[in-house]
């Protein structure tokens, strides 16, 4: 693979790391809410989730699932009802007290589970490896080349994730305002519910 397709596929998987979608809101929602130690642990179960999905990629299951429209609707569906089981639960928590206090709120290990299991439920992340990534290599790549472009494609996503939860840091002080966190509960709660509507009328 030469420079040019490397350089090419750095520059994809970058705008679509850009893109909003699910991982960015709610990565940025949960930064500001938690803290940022809740943040980071959230970046390492996105991390792993992708690092999963290119798995199951790398060994064809991927590809039997975006050839199974059943499995695949099925996979969505269960994204779409997760994203809403965590609005639900912002919103359920803008009304606990202990989630506005210093300290309070979500913690590392919660973040990690919800990020791991928003990237194992997200269709739309199995099919950047099935149909994105597969068109930056020819007849000729072998399993070094799809591992490279994997590599590259997570390093993108915990470079981008990072940034999030940096920015989203620089707003923790205004939050402490008990009446501000709850009002930032709620916003995510509605934040997520829009992401999952708008994931269901894509799919």
Same mark, same amino acid.
């Given at each position: 693979m030469? #420079?040019?397709?490397?350089?090419?596929?750095?520059?994809?998987?970058?705008?679509?790391?850009?893109?909003p979608?699910?991982?960015?809101?709610?990565?940025?929602?949960?930064?500001?809410?938690?803290?940022? &130690?809740?943040?980071l642990? !959230?970046?390492?179960?996105i991390?792993?989730?992708?690092? +999963?999905? *290119?798995?199951? *990629?790398?060994?064809?299951? !991927?590809?039997?699932?975006?050839a199974?429209?059943?499995l $695949?609707?099925?996979?969505?569906? !269960?994204?779409?009802?997760?994203?809403?089981?965590? #609005?639900?639960?912002?919103?359920?928590?803008?009304?606990?007290?202990?989630?506005?206090?210093?300290?309070?709120?979500?913690?590392? #290990?919660?973040?990690?589970? &919800?990020?791991?299991?928003t990237? /194992? /439920?997200?269709?739309?992340?199995?099919l950047? $490896?099935v149909t +994105?990534?597969?068109? $930056?290599?020819?007849?000729?790549?072998g399993?070094?080349?799809?591992?490279?472009l994997?590599a590259?494609? /997570? +390093?993108? !996503?915990v470079?981008?994730? /990072?940034?999030?939860?940096?920015? #989203?840091?620089?707003?923790?002080?205004?939050l402490?305002?008990?009446?501000?966190?709850?009002r930032?509960?709620?916003?995510?709660?509605?934040?997520?519910?829009?992401?999952?509507?708008?994931?269901?009328?894509?799919?």
């Amino acid at each position: 693979m030469d #420079a040019d397709a490397l350089l090419s596929f750095l520059l994809t998987a970058l705008v679509l790391e850009l893109t909003p979608g699910p991982n960015m809101a709610w990565l940025a929602l949960l930064a500001t809410t938690s803290g940022p &130690r809740a943040g980071l642990a !959230a970046v390492l179960g996105i991390t792993l989730g992708l690092a +999963v999905q *290119a798995l199951l *990629a790398a060994t064809g299951v !991927a590809v039997v699932v975006a050839a199974w429209p059943g499995l $695949f609707q099925a996979l969505h569906i !269960a994204g779409v009802a997760y994203l809403l089981y965590l #609005a639900l639960e912002s919103w359920r928590d803008a009304g606990n007290p202990a989630h506005h206090l210093p300290g309070g709120g979500e913690d590392g #290990a919660a973040g990690f589970r &919800r990020g791991l299991v928003t990237n /194992l /439920l997200n269709p739309k992340a199995a099919l950047m $490896f099935v149909t +994105v990534l597969p068109g $930056f290599l020819t007849a000729d790549s072998g399993a070094w080349e799809s591992a490279v472009l994997s590599a590259i494609y /997570l +390093v993108v !996503a915990v470079v981008v994730h /990072l940034m999030i939860v940096a920015l #989203a840091g620089t707003l923790r002080g205004p939050l402490a305002d008990p009446v501000v966190s709850a009002r930032m509960h709620r916003v995510q709660a509605l934040t997520l519910a829009a992401v999952a509507a708008w994931l269901f009328w894509r799919g």
